[in-house]
């Protein structure tokens, strides 16, 4: 289907056309470029997209925006100041055009999932779009705006930041009718003063909210009355909170693991809900709350959505879980490899524990740990006190990858200190020697770690994997 043609996008970008086009979608990265989309040509610190005009020519692109005149492109393009600007331009007119509701979320952690999560629940009502992968910055949620199909429904946007005043920018582009922040945490340390200070950066979502739109907010957080004074600051009145330790709009009663999922009990204001979820980690029903609570605030079926998400499974690399054949038995994989921050890393190891004691597995626990990147001058203090957690979560063995993570091991006492490497890659090598039959192993640490080369290394070692359960 036709999404943008010269005439829309000189009118929103205000270029000038060099010929006709029809363009059934925007991108900005030749590699994952469709045939028939609109390519912007994007200007970095490191790179420039008019660089690979010929690859997007070849690739199928049905035109190009660019900040100059170009010879012999082969293509139709749209000439403009810069292209950046172009794209938001794009973005602008997309979120104008469009008819359906709009929902915006951020959080210190949990924004993809709960974001797939969202995408399942409203895709109950009709077609939902959403942002795709991680594509949730100042390039992202412009280019994922340029892409929502006019006809949707619903659209559904993730912002990320780890500086003050990018949520600003990025929510008056998205100006969603319901706003969800999943929870506030001591990530990007670096670039604050204060956990406080990252809890202002979210509550920034508010600026954008549509007028009489709501917002949903993570009630057992310690930032809570500072979100909610930030929106009602902003006037959203509509302000919904879950929770797990008190009454709230929508309240965890329990979660227990069943069947390779979970099956959560909640209160959702005021009608008692037991659903299905095809996820292991417990984090993931607090999470469905705030998604349910997306669904209530835009006026929809709480129950259809509820039944939907059974739907719902962990994303690639955020604690899929997966047993694998290992010397005459098994081993199960927990591979929360994309990411990682003191409380999910927490969350992580209670949940190894908890589905090695389910799944009947019969060695031990480990939790193979990258550094957590952006925690600033407390990130050896904030490495170390997970020390504490991983005893108390039952982790027999932890090894761990970079430099602050170091900080953790030394923490350890000796008999839970297991393999320490400077890379991923390294430590790679070493697991494959650690493992024995009945084992669970975790893998979890910052994406620059590059952790997943762990989990890679011993699915390669032992054939392909099947999903516990």
């Given amino acids: 289907m036709t999404q943008w043609n010269e005439k829309d996008a000189v009118a929103a970008t205000g270029g000038k056309a060099t010929g006709a086009f029809a363009a059934t979608g925007v991108s900005i990265d030749t590699r994952t470029l469709g045939t028939g989309e609109l390519f912007v040509a994007l200007r970095g610190e490191n790179m420039d997209g008019h660089a690979y005009l010929a690859g997007a020519r070849e690739k199928g692109a049905a035109a190009a925006v660019v900040d100059h005149e170009v010879k012999d492109a082969g293509l139709p393009l749209i000439i403009v100041e810069d292209t950046h600007r172009a794209l938001e331009g794009l973005g602008k007119a997309a979120r104008e055009r469009f008819k359906g509701t709009v929902l915006g979320l951020t959080g210190s952690v949990g924004k993809t999932g709960t974001k797939e999560m969202l995408k399942i629940a409203f895709s109950a009502f009709g077609e939902t779009f959403a942002t795709r992968g991680n594509l949730n910055n100042h390039y992202g949620v412009p280019l994922m705006l340029a892409n929502l199909p006019p006809q949707a429904k619903f659209g559904i946007f993730e912002m990320g930041m780890n500086h003050a005043g990018e949520i600003r920018a990025l929510t008056k582009q998205v100006r969603p009718h319901v706003g969800v922040i999943t929870t506030v945490a001591p990530v990007h340390l670096e670039f604050f003063e204060s956990e406080a200070g990252i809890a202002d950066a979210k509550a920034e979502i508010a600026e954008g909210i549509m007028e009489g739109g709501a917002i949903v907010l993570p009630f057992d957080n310690p930032h809570v009355a500072r979100l909610k004074a930030a929106a009602q600051a902003c006037g959203v009145t509509r302000i919904y909170g879950f929770s797990e330790k008190s009454q709230a709009s929508a309240q965890l009663l329990s979660c227990k693991g069943e069947g390779g999922g979970l099956v959560v009990e909640a209160v959702i204001e005021g009608e008692t809900l037991r659903y299905r979820l095809s996820a292991s980690g417990t984090q993931w029903a607090m999470n469905s709350l705030a998604v349910l609570l997306a669904v209530k605030a835009a006026g929809l079926d709480v129950k259809k959505a509820a039944t939907a998400l059974a739907a719902f499974s962990e994303p690639d690399g955020r604690g899929r ?83 602050d993570m170091a900080a953790l091991r030394e923490a350890l006492p000796s008999a839970r200190r297991g393999a320490h490497a400077e890379d991923s890659g390294r430590l790679a090598e070493k697991m494959l020697g650690l493992l024995g039959p009945g084992d669970t192993l975790l893998v979890k640490g910052s994406h620059s770690m590059k952790m997943e080369k762990v989990a890679e290394a011993v699915r390669a070692a032992n054939g392909k994997g099947r999903k516990a359960g």
């Fill in 321 to 403: 879980v997966e047993r694998l054949a290992w010397k005459g038995g098994d081993i199960q994989l927990i591979d929360d490899s994309y990411n990682a921050s003191p409380p999910s890393i927490r969350a992580a190891m209670i949940t190894a524990a908890r589905l090695h004691a389910e799944n009947g597995m019969s060695g031990r626990v480990h939790a193979a740990l990258g550094d957590m990147k952006e925690l600033g001058r407390d990130a050896p203090k904030l490495h170390a006190a997970l020390a504490e957690d991983a005893l108390n979560a039952g982790v027999d063995v932890v090894h761990t990858v970079g430099k």
